[in-house]
């Protein structure tokens, strides 16, 4: 899937990553997992949902959630996702330079969110809450990590993304690339939107 | 369409006809085509009409397909290209509306049995409780307002509700009485299920665990025996009586303890394994070898003592994967003969008559 | 070599054409196995532990790793010619797919050779499929395996979809598709729906064997039910995954050799869309027996029969495109007008279930299993059989011996009525479905005799399709484009076989039919929407087969990694994980490499195509 | 792939400038939001919880509807099939969510 070898380079278009059949295609395609990705996170939802009540002899949602934490890592992700924005703007507009930066500061937030979570983790774990704890504690875990590792993804993936702008170039070939990573990473962005309603402000709820 | 209104209607009898065959095969304490109780009769109604539905769109399919394959095949020598039809709105409108109608007719009487199989009868002071285990690989049942606890024979007094609450033990199960009600899983805490059961006559029905659960799932069986009235009392009677005593050598009475009861009860507490109490009159050892085939034949003991000695020494033979230890060195000849004939003998006064002996 | 590396569409077809013939064989096997021992009351052929291996790898490996494979052959050749493209969207994705769907299914047929091989039947319910009541490998296999190779075929339909929205030649607008196309859309789109769920749901089955999660203990709060609702979520789109291309295949088929265009072609659309809709809709009719309670029973009841109405649409549209044509007996039509009748017969079976208070007496029984032989056997393999036989020439460039394909379909119908038939009325009169064996005298004995020896004739029908298949290979490649004679759509105007690049010029498509349309009016090959010009075409890669070997190594090394090997190397290796790390290290680093490796493909040139198509 | 170029014409097409603005004016929309949703739990005890519940979920909603039609472009032209495949997959995950809500206890 590369770029039309002859392409020339004179005139930057409009929408870069869709200039390309091959772009349009990873666009699109992009979009379609991403639908399949609702599911797979619908699915975890719905575990997440007939079992956030069994919580057997370990500590409550309501005991262990701590709402300062959660609203540091949900701004953290909000304004990561806007630097993705801006990104994608620098990009329109051949902007190499801007562009990099705001992918670097994304990704910066993004280990950010990931260190967060990590401590988060290590302190429930401290608290007697470990994935086997509880019906409630298993399917915690599997979905605040299932999208951990999506940042954890996304982070290495716009990382080599970076190095490779750097090295060849924003072109008609990498374009579509961090076109569909900014795509991704508001994903996981709308993704947390759900997890910290539905697990930690539902839960403090009760 | 007129003509093929038509032959549909000649035709009618003929299914008919062949829905009283069908009905006639089949056991008639087995068959869901030989209904022997309400739920099962309405059951029975509800897949008549559903065969007479489905045969009508089948038979149309079929004479369709066979009138279009004889008359437009290609002959030979047959070149021309025949007109190319886009569709026809009427028709298609026609088998929209058609099948839709069909359904309604279907769905109207799913929808009331629905509710009318979910009623729980639990409350009803007339109706006897019955609590439901599923084990690997048998069934407990347990008396809750009679206190009588057993396992593999269900007896319950004809023209009577049953409630059951459906638990399970280990593995899912389902409870299944095909002559007399559809069956019903038996699941863990939290989602125990409710039915009930009502047998017409007295009588013999077997039943099966629908549920794949496990190596001996297909030997899983267990019998409802629908008895009248008065047999009821008499067996609840004799069930909630001290068990019958172990007579004869005393070592043996001790190993029978020792061995035995550790897993099982010969009186009415729960217990590990499958309740003892009137053993000699049940219909099957360990659910699945037959004492006897049907209810016209009578329980002989012989057959019983066999079926037993066989059990207890190589349960897993005969039921694999089951959690029964085998007996076969533990148990002297002498102690494991005592064993055998006690449990034989063990027979209930008010089930005699039933079982014929 | 070169069948490693591929990454051209037509070449990944016959991979999917040859592992599924592989596992459709396995599974053959297991299924003959299975009906040798119910051939008689009490039989002891094979003992209680091993049957229940049998139907449990017979489903899973039939509905997974047989069935599927090769509809995503018949796609993966058949849907870029229909539209026009000289590749699927994604070439390199497709092997991608191809070669984890192929190692899944290669490390869960392992089972039998490690010798713990799945046993909690192919809808692996709990708590039987727990580390309790199952604690060998063999749940352990169905999960890692499944979930690799369903990994492949997700990425498979995500590759359909795009190709089919992106890559259609000039004028061939959605309403102008073929109908296997729009079915492989449609089917595509439930793929991607529909195999998320299940990958979640394996992922908690595998937790919870592996790591102590608690999704279905019971005793810490987990559910038992959940795992039920999850696997149908998916279960029963994946059924219609599995018929609609055969809908698509008999609509291509059964136009094509009645000469007549497909009656009612929009409504046809709107009904298989309808339908894939629908089909999430109703996954607890699976269910009526667990308890969920009458309103969800008669809701899920009222929502299965509703299909009934879309899929009688086709029915009809199909019968009436023949009514008024000129039918032709090839053996492809013999397959694909005999899908008619007998798929109706599993249909209403399928309404005659819906009706839950009727399937208290039907579930779990072999009227259930009759059920889906006769929309599975006598509708999707019938399907795909019309498919092959239809599609062989175009995919070859040989044609399959018709006498003996007549043959092959008699036996094999025939054998299929007598098997699955006699089933409907075994489970009336109370026989359950997954028993290893039965008690005499209950009027099962003669019925499964009868069911047995079906079976055995359907096998030898297998059989005789692989003697036509061997004979076939052995004749000369001489077909022209369009061998029928009677081609409808874009893939009979390019020669048998297909040329690497499919168009040496990219058609413009006027109509529906586009190649029936050209041909009416009097033109011998389609107009063309670019001048000849050089062709760029993607170049073969290994990375695919290296990531899924990576996936297969690591799947083995999360399986084993509590195992105790007795040898302190190895249980080093597993127990720390490294195997696992290695084999995602694999995938992985093959995943950087593609991300960071620009690969410009090659080029043909027009004077290199016009030598090819001479060749050709 | 081809090197037949199906792409639409971009330079015929207008420039639109696209503005930093409306993007931040979505991100302090999608601010605001989490803070009434936080805000509110925050204070739990003086409000229903029944009624909390059923506020945090249409802020969520409400935000994710913002960040996808600004950030991920989703009001833009040419997404049609995405928002028909994003919609497919929030409807089977919607079902699944009823699902769980409703029929795994009973
Ligand atoms: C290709 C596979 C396939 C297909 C297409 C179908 C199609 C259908 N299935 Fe089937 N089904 C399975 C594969 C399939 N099924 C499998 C594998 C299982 C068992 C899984 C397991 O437990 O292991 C199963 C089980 C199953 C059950 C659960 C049974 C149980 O376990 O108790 C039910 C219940 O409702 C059901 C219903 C239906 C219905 C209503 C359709 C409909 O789509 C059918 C629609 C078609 C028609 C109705 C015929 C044509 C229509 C007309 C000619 C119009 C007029 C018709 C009428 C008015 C009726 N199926
Ligand atoms: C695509 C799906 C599919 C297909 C095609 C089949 C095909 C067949 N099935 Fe299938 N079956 C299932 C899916 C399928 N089945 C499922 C999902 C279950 C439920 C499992 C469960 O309960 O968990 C089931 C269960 C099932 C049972 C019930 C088991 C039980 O409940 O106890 C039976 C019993 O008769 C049976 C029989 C058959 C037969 C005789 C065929 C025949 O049509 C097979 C014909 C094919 C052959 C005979 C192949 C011949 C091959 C050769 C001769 C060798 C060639 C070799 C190579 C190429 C290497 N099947
Ligand atoms: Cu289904």
């Known amino acids: 899937m590369s770029a039309p070898a002859h392409h020339v380079d004179d005139q930057w278009p409009h929408e870069p990553e869709k200039a390309t059949l091959e772009g349009r295609n990873k666009v699109i395609g992009f979009w379609l997992f991403l639908g399949g990705e609702a599911v797979l996170f619908g699915t975890l939802f719905a575990t997440f949902l007939a079992l956030r009540n069994q919580i057997g002899d370990g500590p409550s949602a309501a005991e262990l959630f701590k709402l300062p934490m959660i609203a540091t890592v949900t701004a953290i992700l909000l304004v990561s996702s806007l630097t993705s924005v801006f990104a994608i703007q620098a990009m329109h507009r051949k902007e190499v330079k801007a562009m990099l930066n705001w992918l670097i500061v994304t990704v910066i937030l993004g280990f950010c969110f990931l260190g967060m979570e990590i401590y988060e983790f290590v302190e429930y774990v401290h608290e007697g809450h470990t994935f086997t704890t509880s019906a409630f504690s298993s399917s915690f875990y599997t979905l605040v990590g299932f999208h951990g590792a999506h940042v954890a993804f996304g982070v290495a993936w716009i990382s080599i993304l970076i190095a490779q702008v750097r090295k060849k170039g924003l072109n008609l070939v990498t374009a579509p690339k961090v076109y569909v990573s900014a795509i991704y990473w508001h994903f996981i962005d709308v993704v947390w939107v759900f997890i910290f309603t539905v697990v930690y402000l539902m839960g403090k709820v009760g | 369409m007129m003509k093929r209104w038509h032959a549909v209607k000649r035709l009618l009898p003929l299914f008919a006809g062949l829905v009283l065959l069908l009905s006639a095969c089949g056991r008639s304490d087995l068959s869901t085509l030989n209904p022997q109780g309400p739920v099962a009769d309405k059951q029975f109604d509800l897949m008549l009409l559903a065969i007479t539905i489905m045969t009508i769109v089948v038979v149309a399919v079929f004479g369709i397909a066979i009138y279009v394959v004889i008359r437009y095949r290609r002959r030979p020598g047959q070149e021309e290209i025949p007109k190319q039809i886009e569709g026809n709105h009427k028709l298609e409108v026609i088998w929209t509306v058609i099948p839709i109608l069909l359904l309604i007719i279907l769905a109207v009487p799913t929808v009331k049995y629905v509710f009318a199989f979910a009623e729980d009868y639990s409350g009803d002071p007339d109706a006897v409780n019955v609590k439901v285990t599923g084990h690997q690989f048998w069934w407990e049942f347990e008396y809750t307002d009679l206190g009588i606890n057993t396992a593999h024979d269900l007896v319950i007094p004809k023209g009577k509700k049953i409630a059951i609450e459906l638990r399970t033990a280990d593995v899912l199960h389902s409870f299944w009485v095909p002559a007399i009600a559809g069956k019903m899983d038996t699941n863990p805490q939290g989602n125990v299920n409710k039915m009930f059961i009502e047998a017409y006559e007295a009588g013999l029905y077997r039943g099966k665990c629908a549920e794949f659960c496990g190596q001996s799932h297909a030997l899983m069986e267990f019998k409802v025996k629908s008895v009248s009235e008065e047999t009821f009392k008499a067996w609840v009677a004799e069930m909630k009586a001290e068990p019958k005593a172990f007579e004869g050598d005393l070592k043996v009475a001790e190993s029978f303890k020792q061995n035995c009861l550790t897993c099982h009860a010969i009186d009415n507490a729960p217990a590990l394994g499958p309740n003892l109490k009137g053993f000699g009159s049940r219909e099957a050892v360990a659910g699945i070898m037959l004492n006897r085939e049907t209810a016209d034949e009578p329980i002989e003991q012989a057959v019983v003592e066999e079926h037993l000695r066989q059990w207890i020494t190589e349960p897993q033979k005969v039921k694999p994967g089951n959690t029964m230890p085998a007996f076969k060195e533990q148990l002297s000849e002498e102690e494991l003969d005592g064993i055998v004939k006690y449990l034989a003998e063990y027979k209930l006064e008010s089930l005699k008559e039933f079982n014929k002996q | ?616 | ?106």
């Open chain 4, 1 to 106: 792939m081809t090197a037949h170029d199906m792409a639409p014409d971009n330079s015929k097409r207008r420039h639109r400038h696209e503005g930093k603005q409306k993007h931040i004016i979505a991100f302090i929309f999608s601010i605001v939001l989490t803070l009434i949703a936080f805000v509110t739990v925050a204070s739990v005890g003086e409000v229903n919880p029944t009624f909390t519940v059923i506020l945090l979920l249409v802020m969520a909603v409400l935000q994710v509807v913002i960040q996808m039609s600004y950030w991920m472009h989703m009001k833009d032209k040419g997404h049609v099939l995405p928002i028909v495949f994003m919609i497919g997959g929030v409807i089977i995950a919607f079902t699944a969510i009823v699902m769980s809500v409703y029929w795994v206890w009973w």
């Open chain 3, 1 to 616: 070599m070169d069948w490693l590396t591929t990454v051209d569409h037509k070449k990944i077809g016959i991979l999917y054409l040859l592992a599924g013939a592989l596992f459709f064989g396995i599974g053959g096997i297991e299924a003959i196995l299975i009906r040798i021992q119910l051939i008689k009351p009490m039989n002891d052929f094979v003992d209680a532990q091993t049957f229940n291996e049998l139907i449990t790898m017979h489903g899973t490996t039939m509905i997974f790793l047989g069935a599927m494979p090769i509809i995503l052959a018949l796609m993966n050749v058949i849907v870029p010619l229909q539209i026009g493209a000289r590749d699927v969207a994604f070439p390199f994705l497709n092997a991608l797919g191809f070669w984890t769907f192929f190692f899944g299914g290669i490390l869960l047929n392992l089972s039998w050779l490690i010798g713990s091989v799945p046993d909690a039947g192919w809808t692996s319910y709990l708590p039987l499929a727990s580390v309790d009541y199952s604690n060998s490998h063999g749940v352990d296999f169905y999960t890692i395996g499944l979930q690799i190779s369903g990994l492949g075929t997700l990425i498979g339909g995500i590759n359909f979809l795009a190709t089919i929205i992106n890559m259609r030649a000039p004028g061939m607008s959605f309403m102008r598709m073929p109908m296997f196309t729009w079915a492989s859309f449609i089917t595509s789109a439930l793929i991607l729906f529909a195999f998320p769920a299940v990958t979640v749901g394996l992922i908690l089955l595998m937790f919870d064997r592996l790591f102590g999660g608690n999704f279905f203990y019971v005793p810490n709060g987990g559910n038992v039910v959940l795992w039920q609702h999850i696997f149908w979520i998916f279960g029963h789109p994946e059924v219609y995954i599995l018929i609609l291309p055969a809908f698509g295949i008999i609509s291509d088929v059964v136009s094509t050799f009645s000469r007549k265009r497909l009656f009612g072609y929009s409504s046809m659309v709107f009904a298989t869309v309808l339908i894939g809709f629908l089909g999430f809709m109703v996954w607890a009719h699976h269910m009526f027996a667990v308890g969920l309670g009458p309103v969800a029973n008669a809701l899920f009841s009222i929502a299965t029969m509703l299909i009934a109405v879309p899929t009688g649409i086709k029915i009809f549209n199909w019968l009436f495109t023949m009514w008024g044509g000129s039918i032709q007996f090839t053996a492809a039509n013999m397959y694909a007008i005999s899908f008619i009748p007998t798929f109706v017969m599993g249909g209403v079976t399928g309404v005659m279930l819906a009706s839950a208070p009727a399937d208290f007496q039907f579930h779990d029984t072999y009227f259930v299993v009759a059920h889906f032989h006769y929309t599975i056997v006598g509708g999707l393999v019938l399907g795909l059989f019309a498919g092959l036989h239809y599609w062989w020439p175009k995919m070859f460039g040989r044609m399959l011996n018709e006498p003996l394909g007549k043959v092959t379909f008699w036996l094999f119908w025939i054998g299929f009525q007598l098997t699955f038939f006699i089933q409907h009325f075994l489970g009336l009169l109370g026989m359950q479905r997954r028993v290893f064996t039965y008690l005499p005298n209950q009027g099962f004995d003669k019925m499964n005799l009868v069911s047995t020896i079906g079976a055995i004739m359907m096998g030898v029908g297998v059989i005789l399709f692989l003697v036509n298949v061997v004979i076939t290979s052995t004749k000369p490649k001489n077909l022209g484009n369009d061998p029928w004679g009677d081609g409808r759509t874009l893939e009979w105007t390019i020669p048998s076989p297909v040329p690497e690049y499919n168009f040496k010029q990219t058609p413009l498509v006027r109509g529906y039919d586009a190649w029936w349309k050209e041909k009416m009016e009097g033109n011998t090959e389609m107009p063309a929407a670019e001048p000849v010009g050089s062709i760029h075409m993607p170049s073969p890669s290994i990375l695919p087969f290296m990531m899924s070997v990576g996936l297969f190594v690591a799947g083995f090394g999360f399986m084993f990694a509590k195992d105790d090997f007795g040898n302190t190397a190895l249980n080093f290796l597993f127990g720390n994980h490294l195997i696992a790390a290695f084999g995602l290290l694999i995938t992985f680093g093959c995943m950087f490499l593609r991300s960071v490796k620009d690969d410009h493909g090659y080029h043909i040139e027009p004077e290199e195509l016009e030598q090819k198509g001479v060749k050709a």
